[in-house]
């Protein structure tokens, strides 16, 4: 959970942090003057252009700036005659038609981008190069400004719904497939290791310690299978009404013919427990309670006695307690055992008691170690 957790708010700090670039880039675009049509306003041109006793004169800063920037202006009077100019192209004409302004103040005058400015006297044209500016222009009706402004929160909702959901989608779809190959490769090493494994076992002498080897990495075969599919989610899991004093002794009964020598295996079952059933995958379970009793027989290879007790606990519960006399851990071992399991941590007591743990969790079971070094060890387990 912490890893999808941890990708989910990688993506959406991901996402925020372009919106917001793109958002500083556009406004940057849009607010700083870019090129010659905001250097040069038909509005200040107008301006620097004086209308005195019939002539006409430019302010000296205006004709420079006309000159910088390769610009042209003029002036028509209201029959449409050019009464005043400053750098106008030859083949521009010098009188206009009523349609002619009517074309180049909305578009281009002989493909000159010009823009216009009302005078007293006429009209100011003021024309930039050619290929210099893309001239275009959008009309809205309000109709259509009213349904945008009203839109608006829907469509904020929407953006933020899909930047919360896509992340989401994403990570999990990326995440279902990378557990998807890592869980096939475990399966596939595992496979691969079994065949072998198998022959080994047939082959070596019964209680020896080649065989117990071997007890060993089939153990760890399966709990490898099995911390993979509950860490990622991928394992299909059973839910079967099992009862719990049964299994108990079959588990039991596996031990005791495997370990005939150095371990001793003391059971006791509440004979009211006969019926008590928890609702479960039976494998897990299995799997579970094997590694409470292996991690027994683990820790104390010149061996011990192993009680196994199932008895009533408080609000209709049972307790499993598995009890060696080995040689126990130390406080700090014990607090790491009892503490918080970590997605991404392998804690160094092994691969079994994180399997109990996970078990333990995925099912609400609560459970807790104990110990005295030199004495005992002890796991307790309260089922539901």
């Known amino acids: 959970m912490k890893k999808i957790s941890g990708y989910i708010l990688s993506m959406l700090l991901v996402l925020v942090a372009l919106v917001m670039a793109n958002i500083l880039v556009l406004g940057f675009i849009v607010l700083k003057p870019w090129g010659t049509k905001d250097a040069l306003s038909a509005e200040n041109i107008s301006g620097g252009v004086i209308y005195e006793n019939g002539t006409y004169s430019i302010n000296p800063e205006v004709a420079s ?53 009302i005078r007293d006297e006429g009209l100011l044209i003021l024309g930039l190069p050619k290929n210099s ?55 596939g090493v595992s496979h ?36 993979n599919k509950l860490d990622s989610g991928t394992g299909k899991w059973n839910k079967e009404s099992i009862a719990l004093a049964p299994l108990l002794r079959e588990i039991l009964c596996d031990y005791i013919n495997t370990y005939e020598e150095d371990y001793t295996f003391n059971p006791e079952i509440d004979e009211s427990l006969e019926d008590f059933k928890i609702s479960a995958d039976s494998a897990l379970i299995r799997r579970m309670i094997d590694n409470l009793i292996n991690n027994s027989i683990l820790h104390n290879e010149k061996g011990c006695e192993i009680d196994v007790t199932l008895e009533k606990a408080p609000g209709g519960k049972a307790k499993l307690t598995i009890l060696d006399n080995g040689e126990g851990a130390d406080e700090v071992k014990i607090k790491s055992l009892n503490a918080e399991i970590k997605s991404d941590y392998l804690p160094e007591h092994g691969m079994g008691i994180r399997v109990v743990k996970q078990v333990a969790k995925k099912y609400k079971y609560s459970v807790k170690f104990s110990s005295v070094p030199g004495e005992y060890f002890k796991s307790e387990l309260i089922l539901k």
């Open 133 to 187: 500016t893309w001239k275009y222009r959008f009309d809205f009706s309000m109709t259509t400004i009213t349904g945008l402004v009203s839109a608006l929160p829907f469509i904020i909702l929407i953006d933020i719904v899909l930047l919360i959901l896509l992340p989401i989608l994403i990570t999990r779809h990326w995440l279902k497939a990378r557990e998807k190959s890592r869980t096939e490769w475990i399966a």
């Open 65 to 117: 700036k006309l000159d910088e920037h390769s610009s042209f202006a003029m002036i028509l009077n209201n029959e449409g005659k050019v009464v005043w100019s400053y750098n106008c192209p030859s083949e521009l004409p010098s009188s206009y038609e009523l349609k002619d302004v009517a074309s180049f103040s909305r578009w281009y005058l002989m493909d000159y981008p010009v823009y216009t400015q």
């Open 192 to 227: 691969d290791i079994r065949t072998p494994l198998s022959i080994v076992m047939g082959s070596v002498e019964k209680g020896s310690a080649a065989e117990k080897q071997c007890f060993r990495i089939r153990d760890l075969i399966g709990n490898l299978n099995t911390e």
